[in-house]
């Protein structure tokens, strides 16, 4: 909490979340781990605030062993759902997927 705010908030599925309409955090954290500025981050999703972005950062720096933590888990929580896509898709991944190989196919 800054100032009596609070920039960062958890969802119901437990990820950490920026702004009325969700924004993750991993999103700020990233583009700010790349080296873009608050500014910037704030035109990258401009439905933040920039005192939401100096908020969302503030908290990451305030928290950073909490944080990078919780990105890991986040990692490991997507590389889960890819291979469990990747061993079930769904049936327009599928389709897309046979369309892509003929399209590869009939190229000489």
């Given at each position: ?11 119901e ?8 309409l ?24 401009p ?62």
């Open positions: 909490m800054v100032n009596g705010k609070t920039y960062v908030r958890e969802s599925s437990g990820a950490l979340r920026i702004g009325e969700d924004v993750s955090l991993d999103s700020v954290v990233v583009a700010y781990q790349q080296g873009y500025s608050a500014e910037t981050i704030q035109q990258l999703y439905a933040l605030t920039l005192e939401e972005v100096y908020g969302a950062i503030t908290f990451y720096l305030a928290n950073l062993d909490e944080v990078e933590r919780y990105l890991e888990r986040q990692k490991d929580r997507w590389q889960e759902v890819r291979q469990a896509t990747k061993a079930a898709p769904s049936a327009v991944v599928a389709r897309l997927r046979a369309l892509s190989q003929a399209a590869r196919s009939a190229t000489p």
